[in-house]
Structures are given as C-alpha cells and as structure tokens.
C-alpha cells in the first residue's frame, strides 16, 4: 500500500464516523494485493454491501452514536458457549491460536474461513505481513499479498455491523478495496494507544466507542471498513510473538512463520 500522511488518516476516521456511508481508499499497490491499513498505508473502502454495510440504511450516524460499544465488546471478547464452533490454529514453531466466530454478523465470511480450514486450504501458508503493534496477516497461497480467493471462486462483499469492532485480538478480512474478500485474512495486535484516543476525541467518535478501545485496544480507523468476523479466545501470546518477529522492508518475516493446520471443533 502507498504511504499516506498521519491527515489523510485522520480524514479517512473523521469520514467513517461523521457519513458512515463509506470512505474512498488511497491507490492500490501495484500488484493489487491484499491489504490493510495502518497509520502509515491507505485504508481500503468500505462496504456497499446488502448486507450490514456501512451504506446500508441500517447503520446510520444515530444508530452508530446509540450503541453500547462497552457492553458489546464484553460480549465480543467473551468465551464462547459450549457447543459453539471455534478454530485452533497450528502455527509450527510458536504454538496454538483459538477463535470464535461471529455468524450472525458476517455469514460468508465465517463459512469462507471454516470451509477452507476444513479442506486444508491454509495449511503450510505462512503469514506474509506482519506489523507489530498492528496486525499479523497470511491466507495467500503465494505467499505475496497479491493472491488467494474465497470457496465461492471470486470475491464477496464485505459484511458490516456496529456489534464488532476491530479490538485487539479480532479476526478479520483483509481485502484490495471494497467488497473484494478472498482467503486472505489478518488478527488484529494493537494495543491501546493515547494518541489515538486524542484523535478519536477530537474528530467525534462515540463515546462509548473510545471507552470500549481503553479496554480492548485495536485499530479504530478500521472499523466499518474491514469486516470482522472472529475473535482470539486463547493464544494471544502467540500472536505477540509473531508479530514480534524480524521483518524485511516490505514486513514478511525473515523467517516464515507457518500455519500447518487448522482444526475445526465445537468448544
């Protein structure tokens, strides 16, 4: 992704919160790949989906000020119920990452995910981008950001809803634009940072929403932008680690980090 000064960035988190109908994305990379932002790359755009997007007339600014954001993270970083489908992802060398899942607000995502975990169509990839205090991303089979696709052989829309929020820990998809999901996918890492609670302040977010990120940390200005589908239960050690690891100057690990396997299991 180019490289976008820390204003563009904060017009894009003004845009998402003030219109909540969208926000147009910086220029692609070249090689049209798979990515997201953070504070020093073009966020991508934001859904026209059907279904829960953020052009939908279901998520307007009123309803976006009215959430519980506080009593909605609890539950989204809550363990599951037993019997509910979770992920225990393998990574060689590092140990297991656990995740729940949202159907109820991104269907298509979670099938995408399960279906291809199931079929082993992300054992042996590696995490391909890695940016610590970010996010750690892989579900390319080429290992260059640029490839992938969903069961479906094509892209799906983004899915949207003001229930989940990119918090530390959530799983979400990682995408080239708006409504271009694939296989790729990425678990967020930030923290909790005091600048951007200044600049979620200062350009109008929820209050509730910037309680909510004192808590559970993230990436804000990714909220409503890429879809959350699931959240790490157990295993966020791990996902330090990773994200901890040495990187080149286009941030892939020296080292790959690998997914051998994928077991989906009821909790």
């Known amino acids: 992704m180019k490289i976008l000064n ?3 960035i904060l017009l894009v988190m003004l845009v998402l919160i003030v219109s909540l109908t969208g926000c147009e994305n910086g220029k692609n990379t070249a090689n049209n790949s798979n990515s997201t932002s953070s504070s020093n790359s073009s966020a991508s755009n934001s859904s026209n989906s059907k279904n829960s997007s953020s052009n939908d007339k279901n998520i307007t600014r009123e309803k976006a000020e009215a959430t519980d954001y506080v009593a909605n993270a609890e539950k989204q970083v809550a363990l599951p119920n037993k019997g509910e489908t979770i992920a225990v992802m393998h990574i060689k060398n590092y140990g297991d990452i656990k995740i729940k899942f ?3 607000v991104a269907p298509k995502a979670v099938e995408n995910f399960i279906t291809h975990a199931k079929d082993g169509y992300y054992n042996g990839l590696a995490f391909h981008r890695v940016i610590e205090n970010f996010m750690i991303q892989s579900g ?3 290992g260059t950001g640029a490839g992938g696709e ?3 052989g094509k892209d799906f829309e983004d899915e949207f809803s003001l229930d989940v929020v990119p918090y530390r820990g959530a799983l979400c998809m990682a995408n080239r634009g708006a ?3 694939g296989s ?3 678990i967020e890492q930030a923290g909790y940072d005091e600048n951007t609670v200044k600049m979620l302040e200062q350009y109008g977010y929820p209050q509730k929403l910037i309680e909510a990120y004192k808590t559970y940390g993230g990436s804000m200005h990714l909220f409503l932008v890429h879809t959350v589908f699931g959240q790490v239960i157990e295993g966020m050690e791990v996902v330090d ?3 901890s ?4 100057s286009s941030d892939k690990p020296v080292e790959d980090v690998v997914i051998e396997s994928i077991d989906i299991m009821e909790y």
């Not at 690891?245 to 080149?248: A, C, G, L, P, S």
Request: charged share 25%.
């Open 245 to 248: 690891t040495e990187t080149n």
């Open 179 to 181: 409504n271009t999901n």
């Open 6 to 8: 820390k204003c563009i």
């Open 184 to 186: 790729q996918f990425f």
């Open 102 to 104: 949202f159907k109820d």
């Open 241 to 243: 680690k990773i994200a």
């Open 150 to 152: 969903s069961i479906w």
């Open 140 to 142: 390319d089979p080429t």
